[in-house]
């Protein structure tokens, strides 16, 4: 029998809303905060998905958030760090009338069946067969793990899951035979460990002795975690100080391997967003193995923009989760290309306030703007977009920040922040690389904006990112309310 919201709340109420008892936990491509009784849960449902073929996007998956239910002073479940959203853009809140059982739509693939969704056919993209087995998930003392919100009646919130035992019944754990594909799933992740190497094991003939400019400060509120490897899957060894500085010897993807006593030794690996150029200097692209010393940047403000101030430029709507989990990648980005002065933090935030209000990084959808009759199809044959080959459209369409648009840009960009986003277009939602594909977008038009901006014409400015005035007004809004917030 299901445990009432109100049972939940009181079993987990020594979490509400403390983001410092949670951990960051890997769930599939994404890291989730939750509450640590929770964790083989959660690793028990990403083992479900992986074994169903089910692919979960970062953009439209949260865990933790301190907030109230909709309509209500009540905590929801997500302010005790027990549930999970996955996907909502595919498994939308859907408040109906009456009662009545799911849909699910019985078409072969995931991306066919989010099309059902879109149509109004289905309320989700899951299968039957996925959910059966993640309702039979138990505890090692035989209670179901979890709960799945499109099984209600009166509404379907099919994004929903959540934990539905206290923090006593899973003290034992869960119970392995009750999760289909947990081998396979342990298997593969131990098989990614294997890939890479820890620092232990690393031969000191192969350390890179760090150079003057190659030192880095912590930015992270909370201080940084240090960690055996380039992964959340790695243990943490301890956790570093905001403010202290650090020697990065060299980069693997978004984690940087750190020097702490700068004899030019490994002491762990660093998620290198939460790093700042120390004495102003700014770093390679990311994803370049090279760190070697560049100029400084005058007036650079990345490591003085909070969370805070950016929430003041963005509506109501945008959470200040959002902001903080995707701002240091959109700095980090920029820092990368040394565009991290005022007018250019400013042009950035104004960007991503005209296309994606949100504060995450997403994929366009669905509009009179780019599909007649089927999703996209406006897009297709574009030369100006260099949509040479049929299903160009779809493939790429806007994703981002910034929403790139065009197999043109999708190349050009690509190559120059390091990406194949012609083999992997979905890698432009990814956070860091989004936030590279931002700042580097901005840097290919930096002398024509910075014009602009020197004569205070913002549509001119805008005009450059988006080819016309799409969104100015929340372009102008954000820029003007910056100006008055951001540090000098």
């Known amino acids: 029998m299901s445990e009432t919201t109100a049972r939940l709340r009181k079993l987990w109420a020594n979490f509400e809303c403390d983001e410092s008892k949670m951990v960051v936990i890997p769930f599939g491509p994404d890291n989730i905060r939750v509450a640590p009784p929770t964790a083989p849960v959660w690793e028990a449902l990403a083992a479900v998905f992986q074994h169903h073929g089910y692919k979960i996007r970062t953009r439209d998956t949260d865990s933790y958030n301190c907030r109230s239910i909709k309509g209500s002073t009540e905590r929801s479940l997500h302010s005790f760090g027990i549930a999970l959203d996955v996907n909502w853009n595919t498994n939308p809140f859907i408040d109906h009338a009456g009662n009545r059982k799911v849909r699910f739509s019985q078409k072969p693939t995931q991306d066919e069946r989010a099309e059902d969704v879109r149509l109004g056919l289905a309320d989700t993209d899951m299968t039957e067969a996925m959910i059966a087995d993640v309702l039979k998930i138990r505890t090692a003392d035989g209670k179901q793990a979890l709960e799945w919100g499109g099984h209600w009646n009166s509404v379907k919130d099919s994004m929903h899951f959540e934990i539905d035992v206290g923090p006593a019944d899973l003290e034992r754990g869960i119970d392995p035979s009750t999760v289909v594909g947990l081998s396979s799933f342990i298997a593969r992740i131990e098989e990614r460990a294997e890939t890479v190497t820890p620092v232990a094991e690393m031969e000191s003939s192969t350390t890179v002795v760090p150079a003057s400019g190659d030192r880095f400060v912590v930015i992270a509120r909370d201080g940084l975690r240090l960690r055996g490897g380039p992964s959340t899957e790695f243990d943490v060894t301890r956790t570093v100080a905001a403010g202290t500085i650090v020697n990065v010897l060299s980069r693997q993807d978004t984690w940087a391997l750190v020097d702490l006593e700068g004899d030019g030794k490994a002491d762990g690996f660093m998620s290198f967003p939460f790093l700042r150029p120390a004495d102003a200097t700014m770093g390679p692209a990311a994803g370049a193995s090279d760190m070697s010393t560049v100029a400084p940047v005058v007036g650079d403000i990345t490591g003085l923009v909070t969370p805070e101030m950016v929430k003041q430029m963005f509506p109501a709507g945008t959470k200040l989760a959002n902001i903080a989990a995707n701002l240091p990648f959109v700095l980090a980005g920029l820092r990368s290309r040394r565009l991290g002065d005022r007018a250019m933090v400013l042009m950035a935030l104004a960007t991503i306030r005209a296309e994606t209000e949100g504060f995450v990084p997403i994929s366009e959808g669905i509009s009179r703007f780019n599909t007649n009759r089927s999703p996209f199809d406006r897009y297709e044959g574009r030369s100006d977009l260099g949509n040479t080959v049929a299903g160009d459209g779809p493939r790429f369409k806007g994703r981002g920040y910034i929403q790139l648009t065009g197999r043109q840009n999708y190349q050009r ?50 005009k450059l990112v988006n080819g016309g005035s799409h969104g100015f007004d929340r372009f102008k809004d954000t820029y003007d309310r910056g100006s008055g917030i951001l540090p000098r």
Do not use: C, H, M, Y
């Not at 979905?426 to 004569?455: M, V, W, Y």
């Open 413 to 462: 960009i690509g190559q120059q922040v390091g990406s194949n986003l012609i083999e992997n277009p979905e890698l432009a939602n990814d956070p860091a690389t989004a936030g590279l594909i931002l700042a580097q977008f901005l840097k290919n038009k930096d002398s024509a904006i910075r014009a602009a901006l020197a004569i205070s014409d913002l549509l001119k400015a805008r």
